[in-house]
């Protein structure tokens, strides 16, 4: 689009102070809403959608990632009790087979809408749904964001803040601000998008036979491959991404992708739908056709988005690297920990995916700065676009690092609040110390001697 024009200056209401105003309510925004409220901050909660869980429900992304190193668990805090409480929130058979469990917990996405809606009210955040970030107001030196611009079904409106946190996972804020962004590879390659979706009416015990007569792997390394040498299924990665059992008749399915989306065009986000169903629909042809178990799936809800895996990553006062990643780092201002491993999804249907794994029980640091975005004092950006470089964005992107940026900022805006700075400004030792309070896990130099937990690497 070239063509240009002036819109007419406009008055539009002014809605009460939020002190602190978190944008986005995926798993990084749940999070700092939750923790900048129990920080004693007055919080509001923006999300674009009518429900909270971002690419979780949004995009029916079908389970968490791990939340240890193989060891132990490492993602604690927020996010472990929120996972938590979904799974108390299940059918019986649901809790039986995954109370322990800690890796790639299957997500059942209607129980996960509501628990967001409860874990929030309870901390006493005001959630507002359906609206939309498309402005910021700057101050005069374009160092503090005074407040954002919303619209939505009531028109336009303007939110006045002190603090805001940019979990948008885009960078939305961040970018509307002036700071300072990457978008993808060298020549501006983006990972692809997949539509995940449900399947109802399947049969799982007769699909476990399948793979124990088959020999075939979970993932159905054979039978995606002899499909698409017979033409049923399209080229691409010759396996099934995830499928997640919610209970013996309902799965969630990431399989495939859709390649050259840009999920901050909405233009690009159309097609990528509309590419994503019918890529859905076929696969379900494959199901039925391929899968013993899946002769009658039923294919009950698809994401109301394409999942986007990458989009901007901010410049932050750190970038993190690969060699931090592969070298296991950490850093004064450590905020957390991650271990999952790099996950670079390839960007044309012949390209090959990045996968680096760090053994188990290692983990590396995330530093406080790789949630300030240069330029501006009173913001976080935390999420799938805090400041990394391409490779590590592959790994700190999933849930679990999301809930523990969410966790970090949230906490660390409380503090700014309370001690009036910049998020600067804070004391990174308070901010550790109120995390460590609230069960976060920031490895072994962080447990006082005598304390160490069974499995934590010397
Ligand atoms: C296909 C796929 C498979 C994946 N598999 C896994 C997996 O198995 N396990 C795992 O843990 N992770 C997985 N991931 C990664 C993970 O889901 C995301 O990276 C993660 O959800 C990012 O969290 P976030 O909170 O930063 O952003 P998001 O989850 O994207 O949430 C951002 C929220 O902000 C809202 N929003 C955006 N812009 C605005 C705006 N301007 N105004 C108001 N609201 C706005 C959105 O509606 C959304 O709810 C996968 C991702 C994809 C795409």
Redesign the pocket.
């Known amino acids: 689009m070239n063509e240009q024009m002036t819109l007419p200056s406009a008055r539009i209401p002014v809605a009460p102070e939020a002190e602190v105003l978190v944008?986005?309510?995926?798993?990084?925004?749940?999070a700092a809403a939750i923790a900048a409220a129990k920080g004693g901050a007055k919080t509001m909660l923006?999300?674009?959608?009518g429900f909270?869980?971002?690419?979780?429900?949004?995009?029916l992304?079908?389970?968490?990632?791990p939340f240890t190193d193989k060891r132990k668990p490492i993602i604690r805090g927020i996010g472990m009790e929120l996972m938590e409480r979904m799974k108390q929130a299940c059918e019986p058979a649901y809790q039986a087979e995954y109370r322990e469990t800690l890796d790639?917990v299957p997500i059942d996405p209607e129980v996960l809408k509501r628990v967001y809606d409860d874990a929030i009210l309870e901390a006493g955040v005001t959630p507002l749904y359906h609206?939309?970030?498309?402005e910021v107001v700057l101050s005069e030196d374009r160092k503090t964001i005074k407040g954002v611009v919303?619209v939505n079904k009531s028109g336009r409106s303007f939110v006045p803040c002190r603090y805001v946190i940019d979990?948008?996972?885009?960078g939305?804020?961040a970018a509307l601000a002036g700071v300072p962004f990457h978008k993808g590879g060298d020549s501006g390659e983006l990972q692809p998008?997949?539509m995940?979706y449900l399947l109802a009416h399947v049969d799982r015990p007769r699909f476990k036979r399948f793979l124990e007569e088959s020999g075939d792997t979970g993932q159905l390394h054979q039978t995606v491959e002899r499909a698409m040498a017979e033409g049923a299924l399209p080229e691409g990665r010759k396996s099934i991404?995830?499928l997640?059992w919610v209970s013996d008749y309902l799965v969630g399915v990431?399989f495939g992708h859709v390649f050259g989306v840009d999920g901050t065009r909405a233009e690009d986000l159309t097609r990528g739908a509309i590419e994503g169903r019918r890529t859905a629909q076929r696969q379900l042809e494959f199901f039925r056709r391929y899968v013993p178990g899946f002769e009658h799936a039923h294919l009950v809800a698809s994401g109301e988005?394409?999942?986007?895996?990458e989009t901007r990553r901010i410049e932050g006062d750190y970038t993190l690297t690969v060699d931090d990643f592969l070298e296991a780092r950490s850093f004064p201002d450590d905020i957390a920990r991650n271990a999952y491993y790099i996950d670079i999804h390839l960007a044309t249907s012949k390209s090959e995916m990045t996968f680096n794994h760090l053994p188990p029980g290692v983990s590396h640091g995330v530093p406080y700065r790789v949630m300030l975005p240069r330029g501006i004092d009173n913001l976080w950006v935390?999420?799938?676009?805090a400041s990394s470089d391409r490779a590590v964005q592959g790994s700190l992107?999933?849930?679990?690092n999301?809930f523990s940026m969410?966790q970090a900022s949230g906490t660390a805006a409380a503090l700014a609040l309370r001690g009036g700075t910049g998020s600067r400004g804070i004391s990174v030792p308070e901010l550790q110390q109120r995390l460590l309070e609230q069960d976060v896990w920031l490895g072994e130099a962080f447990v006082p001697a005598g304390m160490q937990q069974e499995g934590d690497a010397p």
């Open positions: 944008i986005g309510g995926g798993a990084a925004g749940v923006v999300e674009q959608r909270l869980g971002g690419m979780g429900t949004v995009a992304v079908p389970a968490f990632c790639w609206s939309f970030v498309y919303l979990c948008s996972g885009d939305d804020v998008g997949s995940c991404s995830g997640a990431n988005q394409l999942g986007i895996r935390a999420g799938r676009s992107r999933v849930m679990p999301c969410g």
